[in-house]
């Protein structure tokens, strides 16, 4: 079923499914290493909590950035990691890295 | 025995500005940055490329080979300072005084050029056995041990390990032993070697190094650089450098220590004030009589902020017209021996009446309102002077320095 429908969407579509596909997998993973990192239960996190009401402080944020850093093979540069304040905003700030790790190799580069 | 007074008769120097107190004294009062791509290791794979390494150094000219086996690079650098500090004061080793010499070094990570070949043979390269002497080589205490043998010096001696802060610690103990009679002469400083690929890999994601370079307390700074080195000081008590017609650079007047007992990374602004107010107490000195501050300095957004904060609530008004410049901006943040190759900087200073400027400044940034004498040394007639040290784990460690008329 799936099948017949990925077959009939557009190929823009199709780009659009697997960007969303790729956004659950990043969120889930900015979960785990959040929930290893501060002893949090998973069940208790979602992606519009905050830093500062889970307790993250900047050495904890910075751990949880290299975990995921690690998790992907991508870098987040420092103005990037400055802008994060909740759980959301990290899962933007490792889909922007791919982009500009996807954009380093493109024409434009 | 009463309290001594203590002053400084010997300066021993290798950075990245020089191998020597004159190139490197020449280097700071002329603004000349010792920052560069990193030479030694192939910097890809790190976000950082630039660090304020010794160049030009042959270490046979230093050491021989069966020696140069014994020392990882932090303790050959020890070793280098602390000959030419020894030489300068002008030393003549009695048993008796060999027997009352003290050395206190600092280091922040030791032997980490023995540690990487260590891991790199095991896990890269499949070898089964360590180099053998691993262990004596890694030990932070490497340098000062190497020093008691070079001078056969048998007082106390140890090293002193507060990250950034290693150096003015050392110093300040070595301070308080002459002072305190428990010392005759004191080798005093730190050494440090951190231009590791492994080691480096871990600043890189502490996001506190600079992509571009050193730019302490102005906009658009992004961080420290690293640097390596030493600094070496010879401490005595006043009376016995007169005896012996010895030079006197300057008198190390007090020390102020204090901890923010707060955060690992994030620096209090109470706890560099307490230190700053401590040397100064300690050395008898009125905030407005300090005619320039060798700041920590180290370029990060929240140190240099800070700082400023801290000088600021302790020399109020006078805080106006005080230079506080940074010299990391020109040989880096040694780290475990950055006190120490700012000790060398900061008694110059007042010997020579030239304060070293604050390099790669661009515009000032209003969080950091202070006179930090940018890109140009200027001239000036200073009586008191102090340099601050502030560490990863918020141990502070603050010098007061005066003018020797004697």
């Given at each position: ?10 190929s ?23 929930s ?37 093979t ?17 899962v933007?700030?490792?889909e ?12 434009h580069? | 025995?009463?309290?001594r ?6 300066l ?43 160049r ?18 932090f ?29 206190i070094t ?6 980490q ?29 490497a340098s ?39 010392a005759?002469?004191a ?16 600043w ?24 390596e ?23 190390l ?25 401590l ?15 060798n ?14 904060r ?16 940074s ?80």
């Open positions: 079923m799936q099948m017949t429908m990925e077959n009939m969407i557009s823009q579509q199709n780009s659009e499914m697997a960007d969303s596909q790729h956004s659950q997998e990043i969120a889930a993973t900015v979960i785990s290493v959040v290893a990192e501060m002893g949090l239960p998973s069940e208790d996190l979602t992606l519009k909590r905050s830093f500062e009401e889970l307790g993250i402080d900047s050495l904890n944020g910075l751990s949880i950035i290299t975990e995921l850093e690690n998790a992907f991508v870098h987040l540069e420092n103005e990037a990691i400055a802008k994060i304040r909740t759980l959301a905003d990290v933007r700030a490792v922007n890295a791919f982009a500009e790790k996807a954009g380093e190799g493109g024409p580069a | 025995m009463p309290e007074r203590v002053v400084i008769t010997g021993g120097v290798i950075c990245s500005l020089g191998h020597n107190v004159a190139e490197t004294w020449t280097a700071l009062s002329e603004g000349t940055s010792g920052i560069t791509p990193i030479h030694c290791l192939d910097t890809a794979g790190l976000s950082f490329h630039n660090g304020a390494q010794i030009g150094l042959d270490v046979l000219q230093h050491f021989d080979k069966k020696k140069l086996h014994l020392l990882d690079p303790a050959q650098f020890a070793v280098i300072a602390a000959r030419e500090a020894v030489q300068d004061a002008g030393i003549e080793w009695t048993s008796q005084l060999k027997a009352r010499t003290a050395v600092g280091s922040c990570v030791g032997g050029t023995s540690e990487e070949e260590l891991f790199v043979g095991f896990y890269r390269d499949g070898k089964t056995r360590a180099p053998a002497l691993t262990v004596p080589r890694v030990m932070a205490n000062c041990s190497a020093i008691t043998m070079e001078f056969g010096a048998t007082g106390p001696a140890f090293t002193t390990a507060t990250a950034c802060s290693s150096a003015n610690h050392a110093i300040s103990q070595a301070l308080l032993m002459v002072k305190y009679g428990k005759d002469l080798v005093a400083g730190g050494s440090e070697a951190p231009f590791v690929f492994g080691h480096l890999l871990a890189d994601s502490l996001r506190a190094i600079s992509p571009d370079t050193c730019r302490p307390f102005s906009k658009g700074r992004r961080g420290t650089i690293l640097g080195g030493a600094g070496m000081l010879i401490l005595e008590p006043l009376e016995a450098a007169l005896a012996r017609g010895a030079h006197i650079y300057a008198e007047a007090g020390c102020g220590l204090s901890a923010d007992a707060n955060h690992l990374t994030a620096p209090t602004c109470e706890g560099p004030m307490k230190a700053i107010q040397a100064l107490q300690d050395a008898g000195i009125h905030p407005h009589q300090v005619g320039y501050i700041a920590h300095g180290t370029g990060t957004e929240i140190n240099d902020c800070v700082e400023t801290a000088i600021r609530a302790v020399f109020g008004k006078h805080a106006d017209n005080l230079p506080v410049s010299t990391k901006s020109m040989h880096g943040h040694a780290l475990g021996a950055a006190g120490a190759i700012e000790a060398v900087a900061t008694t110059l200073s007042l010997a020579h009446g030239v304060i070293p400027p604050t390099m790669n400044f661009l515009d000032p940034d209003p969080d950091c309102e202070l006179d930090v004498v940018p890109n140009r040394a200027r001239m000036a007639s200073i009586d008191c002077a102090l340099s601050n040290s502030f560490s990863f784990g918020g141990l502070n460690a603050v010098l007061a320095f005066k003018r020797c008329n004697a």
